[in-house]
């Protein structure tokens, strides 16, 4: 399986959605951190990506598992707005182990 | 076309090329996304055949093996091997031209669907399968060529208003996670904004890569700029056996399961995905090999060709220009044939994304010219009743399709036609019944019925099939109907939870604000 | 859009519907064909690169049909395109 991808998009989108504190109320100060974290995983997601379906099918499965990974959180944060960016780093983890396996 | 801003215009004509072409895009899509799993479909439809899986080569030498018998002096085979998704071997058969120059060149004959393992045709239930929805999602039932014209008169519609969303779409990144319930027009704008803006990479590519698959069709006008003979350019792009003549010397093949090692060898172990046999008894027979894409991008594979008799390697395609492998990673994609199955499903995923798309926006479209106690003029009257029909009745038509497949006896002759005509009444008929209900409980209760009807396929499965219900793959199947049953019940309970426009009055002060707000976003 | 005010401003949006169906199709459809003519590439590929981005010119062609407001220009630019490439084309023949 190629969970990893995925998971980590949830975890850099969760971080980007705290980053900007919209739709979840997140202190000024850890804005900025949430932001960079985000970016951070969302690379993450783009290295696991290469790492899992080689560099020409890459792109497109990244692409792909990034958008379903976007649209879980949007629904998860449209009606538990205060639970879904709290699994990030459980999910980091797995995804972590999942790319080692 | 209000004021002259980029954003007005685009927002405008967004607006209009989304209605246009919307109902018959969301069926489309609808289609096109069951058409990811077509093998299954398909296998699920006929839950008899369980063949014993045989190799490559055993395939090719059953399928040669009836062929000699059946079609020994056609002008060519195309033999489809089968893989761990498409379980039969399917052949097809040319006949070789009249001498007459004047007659009309012989078609393709239907396919057949032989057992790998035996070599005779499949005895199963007749059905179209799988194969059904993918044909309809381009070429819309209609006959050839207007179905596929239609198809891609509303995927250009599509390009139109994906590039004018994005355009007209000021907060893309400040709107990106942003999904409000039970807000009226707004939540709807906001399902819109995020169904399409979370997949755009995939919506852009799925429409864009779905006008190229026919743009041989659609525009082949460079091909006659630089072709005096137009066939020439596919000639250049497949293996073409159709030039090869017959010498008129009888021939027999060589052993075809020895040039399929062969050829899978060469490539270092990829698998043999199709055989094409010119004059197969001709002592100048070719053999043309054509390379899995499974495991690649470019859909257009790469082939190796064979003198039948001798089984000497003759040629191999060339490699692929940038703009030839363009195209065919373009096909590639659109197809999905290299995704394995977690990115089979997240395709699917994504394809239901594109339905909530179009749905939503044609949802929007009504909701935003709704007056509040007013009685809706014409024009809106017909766009909402579309919408029920286009939206809330197709499920409805491809659950009967599945069910009828399991209900009508299956040695029925003419049952594949009478499993289509089912779609259609139950979804036309549906469309028309709901007609006599108000719009709001028509939208209620053709998508709670939708729901129904999906809800009642594992059932019928079990019952029909009994046991044979109880293996990994039915078990998959039925649980995913499950699921499509509580996506369109949460649907029908949603509506049905709110209030009419009891909710409304409470918030006008509010909803002034931000209807003023909006109608900067929006336009 | 067609209001009983103004009858001319019906025709002019079904001339505008018009130009950007139609005429947006043969522009796109002449400039992807001339393109594909002189592209310096091998023949089959220039081929491939006209049909590819078709599809691209026809979407520009009829989206900005709609944003320009002055009628005249849109039918003159994009009929102007259609006839100009298609002209050359044809003028051209088929690439030796």
């Known amino acids: 399986m190629s969970l990893e991808v995925a998971l980590f998009g949830y975890a850099g989108f969760a971080n980007l959605a705290r980053g900007r504190g919209r739709e979840l ?13 985000g970016w951070l995983l969302i690379l993450a997601s783009f290295l696991a990506a290469l790492l899992r379906f080689g560099p020409y099918q890459a792109v497109p499965a990244w692409l792909a598992l990034l958008s379903v990974s976007g649209v879980a959180l949007v629904l998860v944060l449209s009606r538990w707005p205060a639970r879904a960016s709290a699994p990030w780093m459980p999910m980091t983890a797995v995804a972590l182990a999942l790319c080692f396996l | 076309m209000k004021g002259n801003g980029v954003r007005q215009s685009m927002a405008w004509i967004h607006g209009w090329l989304g209605l246009l072409a919307g109902w018959i895009l969301f069926a489309m899509f609808v289609t096109g996304t069951a058409s990811y799993f077509r093998p299954e479909i398909t296998r699920w439809m006929q839950p008899e055949y369980r ?10 030498r059953t399928a040669v093996a009836w062929l000699q018998k059946n079609a020994p002096h056609d002008e060519q085979w195309t033999i489809y091997l089968p893989n761990d998704r498409t379980l039969a071997t399917r052949v097809f058969t040319r006949a070789r031209p009249s001498p007459d120059p004047k007659a009309p060149r012989p078609p393709r004959r239907p396919e057949t669907r032989l057992d790998p393992a035996t070599g005779v045709p499949v ?21 050839h060529p207007w179905g596929r014209w239609l198809a891609g008169l509303c995927a250009m519609f599509m390009l139109g208003a994906i590039l004018s969303g994005v355009i007209t779409h000021k907060r893309i990144f400040a709107d990106f996670f942003t999904l409000r319930w039970s807000k009226g027009r707004r939540s709807w704008l906001d399902a819109h904004n995020v169904s399409a803006v979370l997949a755009l990479p995939y919506h852009a590519m799925i429409t864009y890569t779905g006008l190229i698959t026919l743009v041989a069709m659609y525009t082949p006008w ?10 020439a350019f596919s ?7 159709a030039s090869q003549k017959a010498s008129g010397q009888p021939g027999r093949l060589a052993d075809i399961g020895r040039l399929v090692e062969a050829a899978s060898a060469e490539w270092q172990g990829a698998r043999v995905s199709r055989i094409i046999i010119g004059n197969p008894d001709d002592a100048s027979s070719t053999v043309t090999l054509l390379r899995s894409s499974d495991d690649r991008l470019n859909a257009r594979s790469a082939s190796i060709t064979y003198a039948g008799v001798s089984g000497e ?12 492998e363009t195209a065919g990673v373009m096909l590639g994609l659109h197809l999905g044939w290299f995704a394995g199955p977690l990115l089979r499903w997240v395709c699917f995923l994504l394809g239901l994304t594109g339905c909530a798309m179009v749905a939503t926006g044609l949802v929007l479209w009504a909701v935003k010219r709704r007056k509040p106690g007013a009685k809706p003029f014409f024009g809106l009257s017909l766009v909402d009743r579309l919408n029920i029909g286009a939206i809330a009745c197709l499920p409805a038509g491809m659950a009967a399709f599945l069910l009828a497949n399991r209900l009508l006896p299956p040695m029925l002759a003419s049952r594949a036609d009478l499993e289509v005509s089912a779609m259609f009444w139950t979804w036309f008929g549906l469309a028309g019944l709901s007609l006599l209900r108000p719009a709001r409980r028509a939208w209620i209760e053709t998508l709670a019925f939708s729901a129904l009807l999906f809800a009642a396929i594992p059932i019928v499965d079990l019952v029909t099939i009994g046991g044979g219900a109880f293996d990994g793959f039915f078990l998959a199947f039925d649980g995913t109907m499950v699921l499509l049953a509580a996506v369109l019940g949460f649907a029908a309970w949603r509506l049905a939870r709110r209030p009419v426009d009891a909710a409304r009055p409470r918030r006008r002060v509010s909803l002034a604000v931000s209807e003023v707000r909006e109608a900067m976003d929006v336009a | 859009m067609a209001s ?7 025709w002019s949006m079904a001339g505008r519907c018009l130009t950007a169906l139609v005429g947006g199709y043969a522009a796109a459809a002449g400039l992807a064909t001339l393109l594909a003519r002189l592209l310096p590439v091998a023949r089959v590929e220039a081929t491939a690169w006209g049909m590819i981005l078709s599809f691209l010119f026809y979407a520009a062609f009829g989206l900005w049909a709609f944003h320009e407001p002055r009628l005249a220009r849109v039918a003159g630019v994009i009929w102007g395109i259609a006839i100009v490439t298609g002209g050359a084309a044809l003028l051209l023949g088929v690439r030796p």
């Not at chain 2, 000639?235 to 056996?241: Q, V, W």
């Open chain 3, 4 to 10: 009983a005010q103004d009858a001319g401003r019906g």
């Open chain 2, 51 to 60: 063949p014993r899986p045989v190799g490559n080569a055993e395939a090719a």
């Open chain 2, 313 to 324: 390697r003759l040629s191999a395609s060339p490699p692929l220009g940038p703009a030839i």
């Open chain 2, 222 to 231: 460079p091909i006659l700029a630089n072709y005096a003979q137009p066939a």
């Open chain 2, 235 to 241: 000639a250049s792009l497949y293996a073409d056996t």
């Open chain 1, 25 to 37: 109320r997140t202190a000024p100060a850890e804005r900025s951190r949430a932001r960079i974290i």
């Open chain 2, 123 to 143: 005895e199963a239930r007749e059905t179209r399968g799988g194969e059904f929805f993918y044909r309809f999602h381009f070429q819309l039932q209609l006959p």
